[in-house]
């Protein structure tokens, strides 16, 4: 069945760091793919997406290109900052049955000042 | 901004007591999930429902669940007789169309005590 893989956390950045999350998922067909971050004590907020090969999504400076190729969709952010300390979590959305989510392990990100 | 709504937002029960999650989807939407992430894990996909009966659902989802949308506008959630390891943050999502991406609520933490 389809499935995300993650990198395992905690990543642990200095302010202005460049952070890379990896991410790579499989699935039948071309799926669309999101990352979500959740704050301490929130919920899931999508902050960007890809619905095919070579689209980049981009969001608040972090972007994530999807590539069949390698079936991979890494989130990049250049210069992160103390307030994007979170848990981010890659998804995919299945190309059949009923579309649902699956989504990675989350990957927890901390960025120190 | 549409969104979709959730309440409780923390519920706190005994083990053995019946609980109802309740949502509010976007009121054009069709497609309706429920989501259980426990506490520092993964988030899971539990159940969709689309035309007033369930269209899939996981092993998680045992027969001490149950959905229903009562009325057209609510989605809820019932867990019959809860259990410690029922404890987690429940995330409701809607989409309007099938294969386009879906909007998650804001989630309801399930304390079982």
């Known amino acids: 069945g389809d499935s995300v893989t993650q990198m395992e956390g905690p990543v642990t950045l200095s302010e202005e760091a460049f952070l890379t999350i990896n991410c790579t998922y499989t699935a039948t067909g071309y799926p669309s793919l999101f990352w979500y971050v959740q704050y301490p004590g929130e919920g899931l907020q999508l902050l960007l997406k890809a619905t095919k090969a070579d689209d980049k999504g981009s969001n608040k400076g972090f972007e994530a290109t999807y590539r069949k190729e390698t079936t991979s969709f890494h989130l990049e952010k250049g210069s992160v900052q103390v307030s994007d300390s979170a848990v981010y979590f890659c998804?995919?959305?299945?190309?059949?049955?009923?579309?649902?989510?699956?989504f990675g392990t989350g990957t927890r990100l901390k960025v120190l000042a | 901004e549409p969104e979709v709504t959730q309440t409780p937002s923390h519920q706190v029960t005994q083990m053995g007591q019946e609980v109802i999650l309740r949502c509010v989807p976007i009121s054009n939407h069709l497609y309706f999930y429920w989501y259980r992430q426990i506490l520092g894990q993964k988030v899971e996909f539990l159940v969709s429902?689309?035309?007033?009966?369930?269209?899939?659902k996981s092993e998680i989802f045992d027969d001490q669940f149950s959905v229903e949308r009562p009325d057209g506008s609510n989605f809820t959630l019932k867990i019959r007789s809860t259990k410690l390891e029922d404890s987690a943050m429940y995330f409701c999502?809607?989409?309007?169309?099938?294969?386009?991406?879906?909007?998650f609520g804001q989630g309801t933490r399930l304390t079982v005590v």
């Open positions: 429902f689309y035309n007033n009966e369930i269209s899939e």
């Open positions: 999502a809607s989409n309007g169309v099938m294969n386009t991406e879906a909007f």
């Open positions: 998804a995919l959305m299945g190309t059949s049955g009923t579309y649902k989510y699956i």
